[in-house]
């Protein structure tokens, strides 16, 4: 053991010696119960002959701070647990404010505000966030036997740096699956896996925003994104959405980039009809404007047949299809992929390099096994029938316990409501969620995925995590603290 020791240079070695080591048993470095350095091994640490040590050590015998055992060594004495420890004055480091960057600033700026996925403190019995899946559904045990198989299987050479654009049978198996389920026209090497999505959206912006691009988000729409373009210093303009997804005929002339979610529109759940699909298409080509398509939750609806990519639409080489699996599987795992255009392909996978040089591979080697074996197709089908149960529960306790005082949206699709609060304004809200909190209940509002205050307060909702019965529950308790409109 190396212990780091600092002399004061004042007086005799060994009460120098002395001094340093009883201030770090009294301030805590030193424990009671720990074995102080041998002698010998002190010695040559500082650099001194061994008697000062030796005397220092004497000293500390004689005053109770330290005990002796034959054969063992010296140790801190287990009396002085009962002593208080004194404070420890540290000196402040004296630092000037840095000096940030541009990109750097903006970071900041445009995390204010903005709501964390870092859980709460307290857990709450009752906990509506939204973008966490259902944990339960998840096949635990054929998941950890697929990534055992992979771990053992893994010869020495896997351990090196994997390719910067993911392994090529996880690409293939995700080109496969998102061909079969969401209608998007890819090669495995348009596929290239990042950690998660929101590195897709930083990838873009990297690739294609310069500080003063004019980018396009939904109005309301997922904040992250939103965070992302304001740090690469682009140029925000909001287009408003209805209960069918964005109103295309709103866009502006031109953009650098739009990003949307047409499959399910975050936060308010509208499915972009056909029409206003095409229509989206044929302005990103008059526009010269490239299209991120979000599919963050594309694999649950509940009503109808699943709905296509607007990327199988896609006949310009416009649309970027970013999809992940922290709604389908879990956000730890830290996996998602993004379509690009073959323009884009080698930009990409250079910006991807200059990131983090790969993402890990055991875990993508299990996953496309886990595609491959089925286990992945089986998941998804009783992941989304039993979360249809749960929107129907989540549902019928809207109507029972808040009726006319709150309008659902977005409820077709997802894994997450849009309740708004019919006559209360929005600057009630946290009152609101302070008092649900107080019930044990977790709720959150919707006015951080907005530019513009909305008029009537929002409240996002996600069931996929809880089970029907603390739904009910939970929504039951959320209708004691919900104002009621005025007759």
């Known amino acids: 053991m190396t212990t780091l020791l600092v002399l004061d240079g004042d007086g005799l070695l060994h009460r120098q010696v002395y001094r340093a080591l009883r201030a770090a048993i009294l301030d805590g470095t030193l424990t009671p119960g720990a074995r102080l350095p041998s002698t010998r091994a002190l010695t040559r640490d500082l650099g001194l002959s061994r008697t000062p040590v030796v005397l220092a050590y004497e000293q500390l015998l004689a005053e109770g701070y330290a005990s002796a055992r034959a054969g063992s060594g010296t140790y801190v004495a287990h009396t002085l647990a009962a002593r208080p420890a004194p404070a420890r004055a540290v000196e402040p480091v004296r630092a000037t404010v840095p000096r940030l960057s541009r990109f750097g600033r903006r970071a900041v700026e445009s995390a204010r505000g903005l709501p964390s996925w870092r859980l709460r403190d307290v857990a709450l019995p009752y906990d509506f966030r939204y973008g966490r899946p259902a944990y339960g559904d998840f096949p635990h045990e054929a998941w950890r036997r697929v990534l055992a198989r992979c771990a053992r299987r893994a010869s ?134 490239w299209l991120i398509e979000d599919d963050y939750d594309g694999e649950y609806r509940y009503a109808g047949r699943p709905v296509e990519s607007l990327q199988g639409l896609d006949r310009a080489g416009r649309v970027l299809y970013v999809g992940t699996f922290s709604k389908v599987l879990f956000p730890a795992l830290r996996l998602g992929y993004v379509v690009v255009p073959h323009a884009l392909r080698r930009a990409f996978r250079a910006a991807k390099g200059l990131c983090d040089t790969g993402t890990s591979t055991l875990e993508q080697a299990a996953l496309a096994e886990f595609i491959r074996e089925g286990y992945f197709a089986r998941h998804v089908s009783r992941s989304r029938l039993r979360s249809a149960g749960r929107r129907t529960a989540l549902l019928e306790a809207v109507h029972q316990h808040l009726g006319s005082a709150a309008e659902v949206t977005g409820a077709e699709a997802g894994l997450h409501v849009l309740l708004w609060l019919r006559g209360v304004p929005e600057a009630r809200l946290p009152a609101i969620v302070r008092a649900a909190e107080a019930a044990g209940v977790g709720v959150y509002p919707v006015t951080p995925h907005c530019r513009q205050t909305p008029r009537d307060a929002g409240l996002v909702l996600g069931y996929a995590s809880l089970t029907e019965q603390s739904i009910r529950e939970g929504i039951r308790r959320l209708g004691r603290v919900i104002p009621r409109p005025e007759r």
């Open 156 to 289: 020495v050479r896997a351990l090196d740096y994997g390719p910067t654009e993911g392994l090529d049978r996880l690409r293939e198996a995700i080109a496969g699956y998102a061909a079969r389920a969401r209608a998007v026209r890819c090669e495995p090497d348009d596929v290239l896996i990042v950690n998660g999505s929101q590195q897709a959206l930083d990838l873009a912006a990297r690739v294609l925003v310069d500080p003063g691009a004019t980018v396009v988000l939904e109005e309301p729409h997922y904040a992250g994104a939103r965070r992302v373009f304001e740090a690469a210093g682009a140029r925000l303009r909001s287009v408003p959405v209805d209960a069918d997804g964005l109103r295309v005929e709103e866009l502006p002339r031109a953009a650098r980039l739009a990003y949307v979610t047409p499959s399910h529109q975050f936060p308010t759940g509208g499915v972009l009809p056909a029409p206003r699909r095409l229509a989206l298409l044929a302005w990103a080509e008059r526009a010269g404007a």
